[in-house]
């Protein structure tokens, strides 16, 4: 198979960019990652032949649909093959996959991956109604069933179940929070402490403000070629794409055998390290898809960090910290980098990358070297997860 | 290079289906193509391991994104991988393009490739704006540039380089609605007369009722697999893709070198044909994005089959009929067949292959051994160009 590895990584702070469009938002995730790439060696990279832009809401919130043409236009790349991928919040990741699919089948060399979103200049309502497209717009969202509304009733039902109180689920945000300060492009750089999440204001009963990940503008941007393809001057420490894989399942819930357990997330994390010919225990950090904190203990165990029902004990006891087992959002994760939407999964990738290079600094995990990045879609109703490893 | 193969292929009608949802119109063209592929041979297909949906505004005119994981439940596809692609009308295009590079990739067996949009549930304006959200927002749509508008403008300026009157592109109407007439599929079953297209109602001076693509509803779906994975017992006539190949250019036109030549097109398809190690001459058909009378000549022009200036007389001294030098838009085009949104460019490939089996009936071209297919994206914005072909 195929050696596919990523030579350039750019990104943009996460916030609310009212100053800046769209487009130029994701001219700077590329121009970063095509600088980064050039870094890598003497020899200038070649000119990338592809774009694939990972976005949920253009069309709604900016009135914009045909990315793949306008960024490559505005980035210089008039002439290259470009594309929109969606799958939700999952947008990211499953563009990270359709650019290593690419590359993987050799028809194309240089593949540009690029995550852009802009929430902010919508107000509230505008923006509910465009995430409500996301799940079963005959069966959930016609109801009035918002995607919060949706992860309120999971987290319900799961303390019920497990006998969890709400404050059970505050080491998700206190370790997003404490691991977010010391990274430079994260939205909310401010760690809390469990009073300030058990003082938080109710969103929908369980659910309050730290359970849930700020929406946000951002764009991040990944270059990726073979190995085979490397300039022989080609310096820095490589990392490559060891395993890749995607699963989708049912939009609405109650289609659901368990809606406890997110089979998606399992299946393509199993999937991308049998690829990677590595098990559970050789996974340096986990970058999961806490939109919601329920989200992140259920993520822990469909992987399998955690038995079913337990997955809030690793944030509770500090496994999930950068100095614990399985350290997870260690850049401060979607709950305090921000939520900048289709460009969620490619920050994952991102950060990744980082990592595994030992450039993470405060936040380093140390000996990383298999980084298991996983970007969901509603419910994990597309689950897509990638193992980033450093290249032997 | 690994060989793709299309094993099924499946339809719906192209038209209004205010009676069936988008989910339902998509699961039929997709059990249809399931069926065809088992009709192949004595033993049972395998199962699709992925799902790559072309859809341009299910997000704007049915509430619904995530179509990717949404299809795969209501197809009884669980757990397999999903996701949408959009690059605006060559939305199809697009999709068999990545289900093309995944199966090519060795990392997918068998891919489902399916093209779906429902229009008609919407009124014009809501249409209109949805449309308007694949030219280029802040330079083009805000200023009330519809793309009607913009592909009217282009025939002005076309007609006034190449001393063409309106009645010059007739052709391409007549032709299209006279190959429709014996497909069951397509929306106007009705040949037309010059005389009818010279009396037509204006839309956007100069270009008449005749001169563009009714919007319409459809889904079209493709099975891909590798050749080296065919059951031995597979006795069908097989088609392959022996060609694929995407490029893109501006979404505004005053940003274009010349607006009166398609870059995308001719960059496009002169790389598929490179690849399927054809010259023009070899090519039997061509089915053209004729969503605008004047980018089909534009399309003929870009990839050679008529100098620039001279596409429109194809048109006129019949080479692009059914007995004509090359046959366009065989089985009605967009024009007659009708324009389901991302669902169009499967429409493309799905005809061709029918032409190719040697299954047209009365619309049969002759010995057909290699199809062209090329999906638009806005005036060429993006070009998507696919050779398709009976293997050898």
Known sequence: MTEVVITGIGQTEVGEHWDISLRNLALRAIQAALNDASKGGATPPP?????????????????????????????????????????????????????????????????????????TDKVGSEVEEAVSTTSDSDFEAVQGMTTTAQAALLMKRYMHENNVSVNGFAGFALTAHANAVANKNAMFRKAIKTETYAKAEMVSDPLNMFDMAPNADGAAALVLTRRDLLPSD????????????????T?????????????????????????????????????YHDAFSIYAALSVEAVGFAIKGQGWKLAEDGSIGLKGKIPCATMGGMKARGFPGGA???????????????????NQIPNAKYGLIQSLGGPASTAISHILSILD
């Open 234 to 249: 080609f310096q820095r420490r490589l990392v490559k794409i060891a395993g890749s894989a995607s699963s989708a399942d």
């Open 251 to 287: 939009l609405a819930l109650h289609d659901r055998k368990d809606m406890l357990f997110f089979d998606t997330a399992q299946i393509s994390a199993d999937k991308a390290m049998r690829q990677a010919g590595i098990v559970l225990d050789q996974i340096s950090f986990f970058e």
């Open 47 to 119: 000119r990338p032949q592809a774009l694939f832009v990972g976005n949920m809401f253009a069309p709604n919130l900016s009135n914009q649909a045909h990315l793949g043409a306008l960024i490559t236009d505005y980035a210089g790349l008039d002439g290259i093959e470009a594309v929109t991928v969606e799958a939700a919040g999952a947008s990211g990741g499953a563009a990270l996959r359709q650019g290593y699919l690419a590359v993987a089948s050799g028809m194309v060399d240089v593949a540009l991956v690029l995550g852009v979103e802009k929430f």
């Open 344 to 362: 969620a999964g490619v920050y994952q990738a991102v950060e990744a990358v980082i990592q595994l290079r030992g450039q993470a600094e405060a």
